[in-house]
């Protein structure tokens, strides 16, 4: 018989009790590896930062729709987005200034519909010369005709520039998925009820995005660069009805739209 040194009992005692540790009568393993977070996973994130970006873009390029929501910041102002979108174009609400309207893109035709309270803080809403009566009475006539029709914006008005961004997916994706600076990951996280991989540009400072780690790697949340507005993406590859509104809903809006 082999002699067992006194040392080697108690190297063996102390590593059978890390091993196993038996509380009120449940075994606890302490010996087995560290889990892999990415075990059952896309597998994403295991890649760089760079490729993950990559993967995220195609993803979202791979299906035709998608829901997005949450706020916007540009040129100092915070619009609140709630939007559904296709490549045919889009639907959804647009929130600023304490004022709701809905916006419907349908190719290259853009609708606004809102209020009277909406179109009557318009500032030029008399009409097509912009004459105000003294009373205001004007500015009340132009709200009413304007008021829950959709009304086709003109290509060529401002409004037209400005909101025709928030209905198109590519242009609004291409934009929104791409972080700046020095690209990094940043650990493993959950938004509802799914992992994440994150990834970050120059620590957060250029922006931050959770990508799925099920099914596609599809972008998930997006915190925008210089804390200009926080997104969330749902909904992917789920179909919704896009249609161009009745005509006894809809108003061609001859001239220049007031400017909100």
Request: net charge negative; hydrophobic share 35%; glycine share 14%.
């Amino acid at each position: 018989m082999t002699p067992i040194s006194p040392g080697r009992s108690r190297t063996a005692t102390l590593a059978g009790a890390v091993c196993v540790l038996l509380v009120t009568g449940m075994a606890l393993t302490g010996c087995s590896e560290e889990e892999d977070p990415n075990k059952g996973t896309n597998g994403v994130g295991r890649l760089s930062a760079a490729e993950i970006q990559n993967r995220t873009r195609t993803a979202a390029k791979s299906v035709d729709t998608v829901r997005l929501h949450g706020n916007v910041v540009t040129s100092g102002r915070t619009y609140t987005l709630d939007m559904r979108l296709k490549p045919e174009g889009g639907i959804g609400s647009v929130t600023a200034g304490g004022q709701t309207f809905r916006l419907l893109k349908v190719d290259d035709q853009l609708f606004l519909k809102a209020d009277a309270k909406f179109w009557g803080q318009a500032d030029g809403g008399a009409g097509e010369d912009g004459a105000k009566g003294e009373d205001g009475a004007s500015d009340a006539a132009a709200a009413g005709k304007l008021a829950e029709k959709y009304v086709k914006v003109p290509e060529g008005d401002p409004s037209y520039k400005k909101f025709i961004g928030f209905a198109d997916k590519d242009v609004l994706l291409n934009s929104l998925l791409t972080l700046h600076g020095t690209l990094a990951t940043d650990g493993h996280h959950e938004q509802g009820d799914v992992r994440t991989i994150r990834i970050t540009g120059d620590e957060g400072s250029g922006g931050t995005l959770d990508v799925s780690l099920e099914g596609k790697p599809y972008p998930l949340r997006l915190l925008r660069a210089g804390k200009a507005g926080t997104l969330t993406f749902s909904a992917w590859g789920a179909d919704f009805a896009l249609e161009q509104p009745a005509k006894d809903e809809t108003l061609d809006y001859e001239g220049q739209l007031p400017t909100s």
